[in-house]
Protein backbone atom coordinates (compact mmCIF):
# COMPACT_ATOMS: atom_id res chain seq x y z
CA UNK A 1 0.00 0.00 0.00
CA UNK A 2 1.32 3.54 -1.02
CA UNK A 3 0.01 6.66 0.61
CA UNK A 4 0.37 10.08 -1.72
CA UNK A 5 0.20 13.22 -0.30
CA UNK A 6 0.53 16.37 -2.60
CA UNK A 7 1.77 19.85 -1.17
CA UNK A 8 3.13 23.31 -2.64
CA UNK A 9 -0.27 24.43 -4.71
CA UNK A 10 -1.37 27.99 -4.34
CA UNK A 11 -2.17 30.97 -6.12
CA UNK A 12 0.27 32.60 -8.61
CA UNK A 13 0.87 35.36 -10.71
CA UNK A 14 1.13 34.80 -14.60
CA UNK A 15 4.99 34.48 -15.27
CA UNK A 16 5.47 33.17 -12.02
CA UNK A 17 6.76 29.54 -10.55
CA UNK A 18 5.45 26.99 -7.87
CA UNK A 19 7.12 23.48 -6.72
CA UNK A 20 5.00 20.97 -5.88
CA UNK A 21 6.06 17.86 -3.81
CA UNK A 22 4.53 14.58 -3.51
CA UNK A 23 5.08 12.96 -0.34
CA UNK A 24 4.73 9.00 -0.72
CA UNK A 25 4.82 6.18 2.57
CA UNK A 26 5.93 2.70 2.21
CA UNK A 27 9.65 1.53 1.10
CA UNK A 28 9.12 0.71 -1.94
CA UNK A 29 8.95 4.01 -3.55
CA UNK A 30 11.72 3.22 -5.72
CA UNK A 31 9.67 0.18 -7.74
CA UNK A 32 6.79 2.48 -8.74
CA UNK A 33 6.89 5.14 -11.87
CA UNK A 34 5.38 8.14 -10.66
CA UNK A 35 3.67 11.12 -12.44
CA UNK A 36 1.25 14.28 -12.15
CA UNK A 37 -1.95 14.94 -13.83
CA UNK A 38 -4.44 17.73 -13.73
CA UNK A 39 -7.76 18.43 -13.88
CA UNK A 40 -9.41 22.10 -14.80
CA UNK A 41 -13.00 22.80 -13.75
CA UNK A 42 -15.61 21.06 -16.55
CA UNK A 43 -12.11 19.04 -18.39
CA UNK A 44 -10.72 15.52 -18.12
CA UNK A 45 -7.92 14.93 -15.82
CA UNK A 46 -5.03 15.04 -18.36
CA UNK A 47 -1.17 13.87 -17.86
CA UNK A 48 1.61 16.34 -17.30
CA UNK A 49 4.62 14.13 -16.60
CA UNK A 50 6.03 11.16 -15.58
CA UNK A 51 9.37 10.08 -14.08
CA UNK A 52 10.67 6.44 -14.26
CA UNK A 53 11.93 4.22 -10.42
CA UNK A 54 15.31 5.65 -10.72
CA UNK A 55 15.02 9.57 -12.05
CA UNK A 56 16.51 8.39 -14.94
CA UNK A 57 13.84 8.98 -17.71
CA UNK A 58 11.38 11.44 -17.99
CA UNK A 59 8.14 12.28 -20.09
CA UNK A 60 6.44 15.37 -20.10
CA UNK A 61 3.79 16.70 -22.31
CA UNK A 62 4.20 18.84 -25.27
CA UNK A 63 1.89 21.77 -23.25
CA UNK A 64 4.01 22.12 -20.38
CA UNK A 65 7.51 21.10 -22.15
CA UNK A 66 10.47 23.30 -21.46
CA UNK A 67 8.41 24.86 -18.60
CA UNK A 68 7.64 22.49 -16.12
CA UNK A 69 10.42 19.83 -14.88
CA UNK A 70 9.47 16.57 -12.59
CA UNK A 71 12.24 14.99 -10.40
CA UNK A 72 12.31 12.62 -8.08
CA UNK A 73 14.40 11.57 -4.26
CA UNK A 74 14.31 8.16 -3.47
CA UNK A 75 16.02 8.52 -0.18
CA UNK A 76 13.26 11.19 0.69
CA UNK A 77 10.18 8.84 -0.79
CA UNK A 78 9.08 12.58 -2.66
CA UNK A 79 8.42 12.89 -6.72
CA UNK A 80 8.47 16.90 -7.21
CA UNK A 81 7.11 18.94 -10.22
CA UNK A 82 8.90 22.71 -10.73
CA UNK A 83 6.67 24.75 -12.39
CA UNK A 84 8.28 28.00 -14.29
CA UNK A 85 6.51 30.74 -16.13
CA UNK A 86 3.17 30.09 -15.05
CA UNK A 87 0.31 30.56 -17.71
CA UNK A 88 -3.58 31.00 -16.54
CA UNK A 89 -3.95 27.40 -18.55
CA UNK A 90 -2.26 25.85 -16.06
CA UNK A 91 -4.78 26.56 -13.31
CA UNK A 92 -5.86 23.21 -12.40
CA UNK A 93 -6.12 20.46 -9.17
CA UNK A 94 -2.58 19.02 -10.04
CA UNK A 95 -2.82 14.81 -8.90
CA UNK A 96 0.16 12.86 -7.90
CA UNK A 97 0.32 8.83 -8.95
CA UNK A 98 1.93 5.75 -8.57
CA UNK A 99 2.45 2.80 -10.79
CA UNK A 100 4.29 -0.32 -10.10
CA UNK A 101 7.02 -0.85 -12.37
CA UNK A 102 9.70 -0.28 -14.50
CA UNK A 103 7.94 2.49 -16.94
CA UNK A 104 8.40 5.83 -17.88
CA UNK A 105 5.35 6.85 -19.04
CA UNK A 106 1.68 5.67 -17.78
CA UNK A 107 -1.67 6.78 -18.43
CA UNK A 108 -4.37 8.05 -15.70
CA UNK A 109 -6.13 4.51 -15.76
CA UNK A 110 -3.02 2.63 -15.65
CA UNK A 111 -2.00 4.14 -11.86
CA UNK A 112 -2.46 2.28 -8.62
CA UNK A 113 -2.70 4.98 -6.47
CA UNK A 114 -3.12 8.44 -6.61
CA UNK A 115 -2.79 11.71 -4.47
CA UNK A 116 -5.82 14.12 -3.01
CA UNK A 117 -4.45 17.05 -5.44
CA UNK A 118 -3.65 20.42 -4.62
CA UNK A 119 -5.00 23.37 -6.47
CA UNK A 120 -2.85 25.60 -8.58
CA UNK A 121 -4.30 28.92 -9.38
CA UNK A 122 -2.61 31.38 -12.42
CA UNK A 123 -3.96 34.90 -12.44
CA UNK A 124 -3.80 36.90 -15.40
Known amino acids: QVQLVESGGGLVQAGGSLRLSCAATGRTFSSYAMGWFRQAPGKEREFVATINWSGGSTYTTNSVKGRFTISRDNAKNTVYLQMNSLKPEDTAVYYC?????????????????WGQGTQVTVSS
Open 97 to 113: AAKFGGVVAFASYESNY
